[in-house]
């Protein structure tokens, strides 16, 4: 098969595809029968379950802790047990936490991984999208370590973060030092060590006798 068939195939199934889940029966596999989909917001959160389940089936959050809870609960009087939400810049963190301190399965989803499907146009639409294509086990989950793993990891960035902070620092005072001809870094090799603190400290308080 030549390539120009091949890419013509592959369009063609996934027209397809998105017909068929565009459609009220798409005919596919039910994998998750208790599924809800939420479109992850700034500000607020639309959340959305099957419509047998609640009649009001999409129902919007404020991004509030109190809220968060409030979402949970609803959730769980739905019958909920799986939750797909896209991971929308720092915005999901909170939730998914209170979700899965919750027990509910929570599927992380790469936004990159649905925005190449049709069906969307509002966020109502889209935590409804959202939730048909978990429904049909169509969403990846995106690797998330436990929750001490993610403690320690958030404590090793915050630390790197220091380090190139410090780093950061030591740079602009070579620089400044290098501007008024104090070439201290051809005399000893690390500025920030005990003898380069203590020169760069006698510097200073030289600055600040009068004249």
């Known amino acids: 098969m030549t390539a120009g068939n091949k890419l013509w195939r592959n369009r063609k199934e996934r027209k397809e595809w998105a017909r068929r889940l565009r459609s009220e029966d798409p005919g596919l596999e039910v994998v998750h029968p208790h599924a809800a989909g939420i479109d992850v917001g700034n500000s607020a ?25 409030r979402l949970a609960e609803w959730l769980a009087s ?27 399965e929570v599927y992380l989803v790469n936004a990159r991984h649905t925005k190449n499907l049709p069906g969307r146009k509002s966020d109502v639409q889209e935590s409804q999208w959202l939730l048909k294509l978990h429904t049909y086990g169509l969403l990846n989950n995106s690797f ?37 001809n104090l070439q201290l870094s051809n005399v000893i090799s690390d500025l920030s060590g005990l003898t380069g603190q203590a020169i760069v400290r006698a510097i200073i308080g030289k600055s600040d006798l009068p004249n």
């Open 45 to 69: 959160h639309y959340v959305a379950v099957r419509p047998d389940r609640d009649p009001e089936p999409v129902r919007r959050f404020e991004c509030f802790t109190a809220d968060l809870y």
């Open 78 to 104: 739905c019958g909920v047990q799986t939750v797909a939400l896209q991971s929308t810049g720092v915005y999901w963190i909170p939730l998914y936490e209170i979700l899965e301190d919750r027990g509910f």
């Open 144 to 180: 998330q370590p436990p929750a001490e793993i993610r403690v320690l990891r958030t404590y090793w960035r915050q630390r790197a973060e220091h380090v190139s902070g410090a780093a950061t620092c030591i740079q602009r005072m070579q620089k400044a030092l290098t501007q008024m």
